[in-house]
């Protein structure tokens, strides 16, 4: 049973202009949704997160929307720039445990064309 | 400060061995968590330890078994290999306090199991 979904294996964007790479859950209990990157060789990094009472959150050229009653959310780069590609994350955490065990997606691999 | 390091970085074994792979986290994170990663999908937890306790354990059999030491660093053992454990192992750390769901991995082990 996969609770989040990357349903895009890759996405291809030119230099300067908006990637938007999708997510969507079934479990309506998350607290929080975030996106981590992965490059080659590295283990992911941390990028943004957003609660589950909120709809949107921006970091620069990075911002995340969440839509409740699709239970979606997306992750918006404008402009984009080829350091941006890599492999992205959607992930999800509930806050009802001792754990702060991660739900992730499948991942979205990302190519900014210069 | 140094990262979350692991190691070995690479790791070839044969079905039946058994593996340890280590991880010692960022000072003064006291939280360790392990993921496995395999090949085109999302990382998928398998423990947390916090001060050196079990907060957590994911849908993996018992082979699988973690433990943490005096000084937050960490272990993952995985007895009677299987090729399907063939995987890129991450190790993840965060602080005591502050945002749970922001971890911070290190590059992985990559476990070929032939």
């Known amino acids: 049973d996969q609770q989040v979904k990357q349903n895009s294996p890759s996405l291809s964007v030119q230099e300067g202009r908006i990637s938007i790479l999708n997510c969507d859950y079934t479990?309506?209990?998350?607290?929080?949704f975030l996106w981590y990157k992965k490059y080659p060789a590295e283990g992911p990094t941390f990028l943004i997160s957003i609660s589950s009472i909120k709809d949107k959150n921006e970091d620069g050229r990075f911002t995340v929307f969440l839509n409740k009653s699709a239970k979606h959310l997306s992750l918006h780069i404008v402009p984009s720039q080829p350091g941006d590609s890599a492999v992205y994350f959607c992930a999800a955490i509930s806050y009802g445990g001792a754990t702060n065990k991660l739900i992730f997606g499948t991942g979205t691999l990302l190519a900014v064309q210069p | 400060d140094a990262g979350v390091t692991q190691s070995p970085t690479h790791l070839i074994k044969t079905r039946g061995q058994h593996v340890t792979l280590r991880c010692s986290p960022i000072?003064?994170?006291?939280?360790v968590s392990w993921y496995q990663q395999v090949l085109g999908q999302g990382p998928q937890f398998i423990f947390q330890y916090y001060e050196k306790e079990e907060r957590g354990r994911g849908n993996f059999p018992d082979r699988f078994s973690a433990r943490q030491f005096p000084n937050y660093s960490s272990e993952l053992n995985v007895n009677a290999l299987l090729l399907g454990d063939s995987a890129l192992y991450l190790c993840?750390?965060?602080?005591?306090?502050?945002?749970?769901?922001?971890?911070?991995f290190g590059s992985g082990t990559q476990l070929s199991v032939l």
């Open positions: 000072s003064g994170h006291k939280s």
């Open positions: 479990n309506s209990m998350f607290d929080y």
């Open positions: 993840a750390s965060t602080p005591d306090r502050g945002r749970r769901e922001k971890l911070f």
